[in-house]
């Protein structure tokens, strides 16, 4: 699955460090509970990897990593600059505009490789 920012040049950046018209992949969710509030979090990548520019809450300097290092665990949180981030559920339905999930068939494969070969 991935998902969008708002289209726009990727120079410019949200309100949460993230530049406009840009792709990252959705690999993960995580839910917790702190106290009565439960926190819900996807696990994003970005696709070029080393460029950590999110900035908004639970990124890799928040100290809720370090508060609750039973919840990073969990989460198989780690401190790095390889482009993945946590965004919480509100954040992530403001700035993501586009989601897009991609079914691959294991015929598909099969049928290509099939056309391919009986077109000569």
């Known amino acids: 699955m991935t998902v969008d920012t708002e289209e726009g040049s990727d120079t410019t950046y949200n309100f949460v ?9 959705l690999i993960g969710t995580v839910e917790f509970q702190v106290g009565e509030d439960p926190i819900k979090l996807y696990k994003i990548r970005n696709p070029w990897g080393s460029d950590n520019t999110y900035t908004g809450d639970f990124n890799d ?9 039973e919840l990073a665990e969990q989460a198989n949180f780690t401190k790095a600059n390889d482009g993945i981030f946590f965004i919480d559920h509100i954040d992530f339905m403001e700035v993501f505009e586009t989601f897009t999930i991609t079914v691959i068939e294991p015929t598909w494969k099969q049928n290509y490789h099939e056309i391919i070969n009986d077109s000569g």
């Open 17 to 25: 460090g993230l530049p406009y018209g840009h792709s990252y992949a």
């Open 61 to 69: 300097n928040d100290p809720f990593w370090t508060e609750y290092p």
